[in-house]
């Protein structure tokens, strides 16, 4: 069983940075792909980042790229989403999500576990 608790969200001005963060435990995450998920109000949740456990497979959703960044740090047992030029569309609960899996994962269908989800809010 994997815990994954997000931290990090808050309220920022467009143009503005946040760095979310997941840490798991329960087990390490050396064999699981991670990844982001966000979901806005009266939306679907939908894919934001994807990271394989090797750190050679990289995914992220179109609207993302080059803004956001998805990292993590096998000795801390946490990933990271860092976020940067944020806008107000940006805004929703940010999901932390694991599977066991070689490759980065797109797709909600393809995780086990998720995290409780942490808020984030750009104001214009």
């Known amino acids: 069983q994997v815990q994954l608790v997000e931290s990090g969200g808050g309220l920022v001005q467009a143009g503005g940075s946040l760095r979310l963060s997941c840490a798991a435990s329960?087990?390490?995450?050396?064999?699981?792909?991670m990844g982001w998920f966000r979901q806005a109000p009266g939306k679907e949740r939908e894919f934001v980042a994807a990271i394989n456990w090797t750190f050679a497979n990289v995914v992220y959703a179109d609207f993302v790229k080059g803004r956001f960044t998805i990292s993590r740090d096998s000795a801390k047992n946490t990933v990271y989403l860092q976020m940067n030029s944020l806008k107000p569309e940006d805004t929703g609960v940010y999901y932390c999500?694991?599977?066991?899996?070689?490759?980065?994962?797109?797709?909600?269908?393809?995780?086990?576990?998720w995290g409780q989800g942490t808020q984030v809010t750009v104001s214009s």
């Open positions: 999500a694991a599977t066991r899996a070689l490759a980065a994962v797109a797709t909600i269908t393809g995780y086990n576990y």
């Open positions: 329960g087990r390490t995450l050396s064999s699981y792909a």
